[in-house]
């Protein structure tokens, strides 16, 4: 499978971005580019985020734009509160220049082939509403889109009822469900939150990733998000969302999902960001969601320490390319 990754590193989708490297070191799948959105912090620091964690896990040549520097219509919030200052917790990105063409990147990408394309996007829905908007022909060609987002008949994290990605650019996510031609599939809150990082759990990868590049970082870049857990009383513990979803689009986890209808409400103050689904079929529209609703989390967990191991065999030099390209993640 070939995919774009558009997300806002951001300490969840940092542990995305491990597996997607490593399933690309493997041959698994195809990372064709790694576009960023504001959400966590602004797209130009998302974007040099991303850049210095795929330098770190051996892919520094993979395409890479920020993308849409601000939501649709709302003014731009961030998240230091959880996610560190600069997005990574206790550490910092170097500085590198970042171009900005995101769209010609995910253009060039349709026009090789949607059949085995998959755009998962961890981050709020601004870069995929402008693309709705501005490309219409190509947005009508993506058949597999996943998106981390919403707290569907399940509370919110940043107001009682909305989740995070939703509520910095709701309209955006309002306009994506309303404009998608085949159904998305939505990872909400009820089954990301079972992806549960412990601090034992933590030693246990960085471990595993053994002389790799990134596993002198992965402690810094947690133990911010560990923090921040504690202090809003979830525990000492991170809930890893993006890597769940980009695990549950790659079909790597067994999952269930549920067909309906979504929305989201884009323009009240008290109920800003909230996703609703349509269960009963009231509103009698045509579905427009895939709303996974389980998945084998201990499975997920078992092909994170997959992709540790290809990184940690690449790092200790004992595995040729061409044998890494016969490790799958069922290996």
Sequence with gaps: MRVILDCDPGVDDTFALIWLTAAAHAGAHELECVTTTAGNVDADQCAKNAAWILS???LP?????AGTP????????????????????YATAPERHIEHDWEALWIDAIERGTDDLHLIVTGPATNLAVFAHAHPEHFARLKHITVMGGAVNYPGNTTPSAEWNFWVDPHAAADVFAMMPTP???????????????????????AKLGSAPIAEQLEAITRFYFEFHD???????????????????????????????????????????TSVADLRGIWEREPNCRL???????????????ACSIHARIAAGDVALEELRHLRADD
Excluded at 76 to 86: K, S, V, Y
């Design 56 to 58: 770190l896990c051996g």
């Design 61 to 65: 040549i993979i395409p890479l734009a």
């Design 70 to 89: 601000a939501p649709l219509e709302v003014d731009l919030t961030t998240t230091p509160e959880t996610h560190g200052e600069t997005g990574l917790g």
């Design 184 to 206: 998305i599939t939505l990872c909400s809150l009820g089954v990301t939150e079972q992806m549960l990082l412990t601090p034992e759990r933590l030693e246990g990868v960085v």
């Design 231 to 273: 202090d809003v009383g979830e525990g000492y513990q991170a809930q890893i969302h993006d890597l769940l979803t980009v695990l549950i689009a790659l079909g790597a986890v067994e999952h269930e999902h549920r067909v309906t209808t979504i929305d989201v409400e884009a323009n009240s103050d008290l109920t800003r960001g």
């Design 292 to 306: 996974v609703t389980n998945a084998d989390i201990d499975a997920a967990w078992d092909a994170f320490a997959w």
